[in-house]
């Protein structure tokens, strides 16, 4: 279940990057694409957080598997 939820977020971060690029090119704006891009990259931020592996080897998701929550 957990891998769902880390896809959907990674999907949306790139649709936050098309859409940002998308309204600059649209309405030459800056203040709302920057916000887009800033969502975009603390998603993929929080998703690396939970899959990147600890100085242990062993990543957080991989922990909340072993433990039968996800």
């Known amino acids: 279940m957990t891998d769902?939820?880390?896809a959907i977020v990674?999907?949306?971060a790139l649709a936050l990057l098309a859409g940002a690029f998308l309204l600059w090119r649209r309405t030459g704006e800056a203040r709302n694409p920057l916000l887009m891009v800033l969502l975009?990259?603390?998603a993929?931020?929080?998703v690396?957080?939970?899959t990147l592996p600890s100085t242990g080897g062993e990543a957080p998701i991989?922990?909340?598997k072993a433990a039968g929550q996800g």
């Open 48 to 50: 690396l957080i939970w």
């Open 4 to 6: 769902i939820v880390l």
């Open 62 to 64: 991989e922990q909340i």
């Open 10 to 12: 990674m999907l949306a």
């Open 40 to 42: 975009a990259v603390i």
């Open 44 to 46: 993929v931020i929080n």
